[in-house]
């Protein structure tokens, strides 16, 4: 099973609509993130967890809101989904003593 | 800002043609860089993290070094199956948050 995993892995939505991805953790860390990548851009942080009580904005958070639900569960919603949030999106983990991240395989998201 | 550029963009290499991906990064209190291989479909996987001047890490074909202002990851008589995305990102202080800074990326085919 994978450490990091991300449901749904695809979905085609439509402009307007409430869409939230999922991601859960096997590997014990404390902190998550969720980023979006885009042709030509890279990856971009979107928002980043320490613990569940710690809730940070990244580079690109209008238009997102994320819940830590566990210390193993991360959230990503998109209040009013819009065609410019097409994008592929990763959640990630990391232990505080390394600082390597840990991808799930990703969401692939079209809004219409 | 932190910044990190790669280059080529991508790269065409025959079955045992040995060459280099550069990563060359600005920012302010280096922390760690960090290689990533990134597949089709498939989230960005970890290689290797580098956390200073000098230092260098090895895994199978592959070899990374960093200097004060660039990384290199040599690939040395590549294989077709390590044609992949070739992902380079930073980690600037604790001040940042343990966010990553991203560069586009290398496309690296390697033909039979």
């Known amino acids: 099973d994978a450490d990091v995993t991300q449901t749904p892995r695809n979905r085609i939505t439509k402009t307007g609509k409430r869409i939230m991805l999922e991601c859960s953790q096997t590997k014990g860390h404390d902190r998550m993130y969720w980023y979006r990548q885009d042709p030509g851009l890279g990856l971009r942080l979107i928002y980043y967890?320490?613990?569940?009580?710690?809730?940070n904005k990244g580079e690109i958070s209008d238009g997102y809101s994320v819940s830590r639900q566990a210390q193993a569960k991360f959230s990503l919603s998109l209040e009013s989904a819009i065609p410019n949030q097409t994008a592929l999106y990763f959640c990630?983990?990391?232990?505080?003593?390394?600082?390597?991240?840990?991808f799930g395989d990703g969401t692939r998201l079209s809004i219409l | 800002e932190d910044q990190v550029t790669q280059s080529p963009e991508a790269l065409r290499l025959q079955e045992g043609e040995s060459s280099s991906l550069n990563c060359s990064y600005t920012?302010?209190?280096?922390?760690?860089l960090f290689w990533y291989r990134q597949d089709p479909g498939k989230g960005p996987e970890f290689l290797f993290t580098?956390?200073?001047a000098g230092e260098e890490k090895e895994k199978e074909r592959l070899k990374a070094t960093l200097t004060k202002k660039e990384s290199f990851l040599h690939i040395t008589a590549p294989k077709p199956e390590d044609s992949a995305t070739y992902l380079c990102a930073v980690q600037a202080g604790e001040t940042s948050g343990s966010r990553l800074t991203f560069g586009e990326g290398t496309q690296l085919t390697v033909n039979p």
């Open positions: 920012v302010s209190g280096l922390r760690g």
């Open positions: 967890s320490f613990d569940v009580k710690d809730i």
């Open positions: 990630a983990t990391s232990d505080p003593n390394y600082f390597a991240q840990h």
């Open positions: 580098l956390y200073s």
